[in-house]
């Protein structure tokens, strides 16, 4: 009761922070995610702050006001309480608290004051929440929010400090990831939407997420696997990073990513330090994964334990199509580069770049799940094919889930879910789930849901390798070779005949009156003919 009570509240935070940057001519605005976001992430950091220190010191768990028990201490007290803390905590200084800047709201230019304060937390973070692109530079915590505001800045300042300062995130730091996860979504369900940027940047369905994490790490494996890299080239907000990490123990893994969206970048910043994964912010990259692969062991790219992505479709990728097809790049994409179409660009399918890249950046033994378009389990030839091949060929396939239509609200694509396994040696499972699920609007769109009774059979059958009539199959490599590569498992279900043991004469019976009722249908049928040619010959000299 007392999460549901808190899950509420910061529910109403959320919704009064947007509430006030609408009031300031911010709503729906292109920058009003990063004002909401940091904004949050501020009031989350300093709260976290309290709680830790609050945990190893008693006299300021005591104290009346623990930023005046903290202020009172000497600097190298603070510094001391602070190595305490670990690095997951920011270090923050008496001036960083949101009390301070409560105290000296009615100052001369607090807009001025709040953006400094917010740049210096920023700054003194920088090495463990700076998040980089690929050429090196540091994106750093926080900008200076009150700039996106045209006018009034000190009155939207003051604003968000009283909001800020009526709220605590204290008795939450205890929760499990259900409830971050659950929170984060709501956080920023009004800026994930695919707005037909470059690459993922949608929040990748809850069933879809839940099914590569489980298939990927079963339950018997949850709490042994240690010291593993976990990797999403597309990462968008880090919802299948998230969901890994969390099968596997967040201090079990490190997290690995890139997505050339800046926006995105910021939105898994916040993902990772919600979830207890600030260790892995140094290896968050925005840039192009595809040109400019960032995670390398030496010269050569870095092999990860796990992957997981759901990478964009389609996407004009023309302007440097050719800079990867190159010898450079040959055995990275080894099933080849999309060409350029003559006209409709954007409908390159970039998914066959991220696919090999994927196959290529897999430990011995590591495992990937990726959504794929569900064309690409059956097409006949090209690049598709080729990669299917190799997966068989070699012997690194765990199976396929074929999900319902509409699983994502905002596409109409039928998807699969590929599960690459470099140590499966055995048969492979093929799932058909496409008549799974309950059909409901979404907005103008419509969107399938799988109940959780149903992600759970996909799992069980998956992880127990279960044939199951009309939903899976276990077949061999060899099968599949023969059967063109086709991973479609509606391709391998026995065609089921119904015998009737019936005497001759009651098969006669039966011939004839089928016979009889065709005799019968063809009758009607020329009676009806003639009945319009007279119609339209009557209209023909009216």
């Known amino acids: 009761m007392v999460t549901q009570d808190f899950n509420k509240r910061t529910r109403e935070l959320i919704d009064n922070l947007k509430g006030i940057t609408a009031a300031y001519g911010l709503g729906n605005d292109g920058n009003e995610f990063k004002i909401i976001t940091q904004v949050f992430l501020y009031k989350f950091l300093n709260d976290k702050f309290a709680f830790e220190a609050k945990k190893i010191n008693p006299d300021i768990a005591k104290a009346e006001s623990w930023e005046e028990a903290i202020t009172?201490?000497?600097?190298?007290?603070?510094?001391?309480?602070?190595?305490?803390?670990?690095?997951?905590?920011?270090?923050?200084?008496?001036?960083?608290?949101?009390?301070?800047?409560?105290?000296?709201?009615?100052?001369?230019?607090?807009?001025?004051?709040?953006?400094?304060?917010?740049?210096?937390?920023?700054?003194?973070?920088?090495?463990?929440?700076?998040?980089?692109?690929?050429?090196?530079?540091?994106?750093?915590?926080?900008?200076?929010?009150?700039?996106?505001?045209?006018?009034?800045?000190?009155?939207?300042?003051?604003?968000?400090?009283?909001?800020?300062?009526?709220?605590?995130?204290?008795?939450?730091?205890?929760?499990?990831?259900?409830?971050y996860a659950t929170l984060f979504e709501?956080?920023?369900?009004?800026?994930?939407?695919?707005?037909?940027?470059?690459?993922?940047?949608?929040?990748?369905?809850?069933?879809?997420?839940?099914?590569?994490?489980?298939?990927?790490?079963?339950?018997?494996?949850?709490?042994?696997?240690?010291?593993?890299?976990?990797?999403?080239?597309?990462?968008?907000?880090?919802?299948?990073?998230?969901?890994?990490?969390?099968?596997?123990?967040?201090?079990?893994?490190?997290?690995y990513s890139q997505d050339i969206s800046q926006k995105s970048s910021s939105l898994l910043r916040l993902n990772l330090i919600l979830n207890n994964l600030v260790h892995s912010i140094p290896h968050i990259i925005q840039g192009n994964t595809m040109l400019h692969p960032y995670h390398k062991d030496g010269k050569a790219l870095k092999k990860f334990d796990y992957i997981v992505s759901n990478p964009p479709f389609k996407m004009d990728f023309s302007d440097f199509r050719n800079e990867l097809d190159t010898k450079e790049h040959q055995e990275r994409f080894f099933a080849g580069i999309p060409k350029v179409p003559a006209k409709v660009k954007e409908k390159m399918s970039i998914y066959q770049l991220f696919l090999q890249h994927i196959i290529y950046s897999l430990k011995p033994g590591g495992r990937a799940a990726v959504v794929v378009p569900t064309g690409f389990i059956t097409a006949q030839s090209g690049i598709d094919k080729k990669i299917r091949q190799k997966l068989v060929d070699d012997k690194m396939l765990a199976g396929v889930v074929s999900m319902p239509s509409n699983i994502f609200a905002t596409t109409g694509t039928n998807v699969s879910i590929l599960f690459i396994d470099r140590a499966n040696k055995e048969d492979v499972v093929l799932i058909d789930a496409s008549n799974l699920g309950e059909k409901i609007k979404d907005g103008k769109n419509q969107k399938t849901l799988l109940s959780e009774d149903e992600e759970d059979r996909i799992i069980d059958t998956f992880n127990g390798k279960h044939s199951v009539d009309d939903l899976s199959v276990v077949v061999s490599y060899e099968e599949i070779s023969a059967k063109n590569y086709s991973l479609s498992a509606g391709q391998y279900f026995e065609v089921k005949i119904e015998y009737l043991d019936i005497t001759p004469k009651q098969f006669a019976d039966k011939m004839n009156g089928f016979s009889d009722n065709l005799d019968k249908l063809f009758k009607e049928s020329g009676e009806l003919e003639q009945e319009i040619k007279k119609q339209l010959a009557v209209l023909k000299y009216e």
Do not use: W
């Not at 200084?93 to 001369?108: G, M, T």
């Not at 940047?201 to 976990?230: D, F, R, W």
């Open 186 to 255: 709501y956080l920023i369900k009004d800026y994930n939407k695919d707005s037909g940027g470059k690459y993922a940047e949608y929040y990748t369905p809850h069933a879809v997420a839940k099914i590569m994490a489980a298939i990927l790490v079963p339950e018997e494996q949850q709490g042994k696997v240690k010291n593993v890299s976990c990797y999403d080239p597309s990462a968008g907000s880090g919802t299948l990073l998230m969901n890994i990490a969390h099968a596997i123990g967040e201090k079990r893994c490190s997290i």
């Open 72 to 179: 009172s201490l000497s600097d190298e007290e603070r510094d001391m309480l602070q190595l305490q803390m670990g690095p997951d905590t920011a270090r923050l200084k008496p001036e960083h608290f949101i009390s301070h800047l409560f105290s000296r709201q009615n100052a001369p230019e607090f807009a001025k004051l709040f953006d400094d304060t917010l740049r210096d937390i920023a700054i003194t973070n920088n090495e463990i929440f700076a998040v980089k692109t690929d050429g090196g530079t540091k994106i750093t915590l926080f900008d200076r929010v009150s700039e996106y505001v045209t006018d009034r800045r000190d009155d939207f300042c003051r604003a968000v400090i009283n909001k800020l300062v009526e709220f605590s995130f204290e008795r939450i730091f205890t929760q499990k990831y259900d409830f």
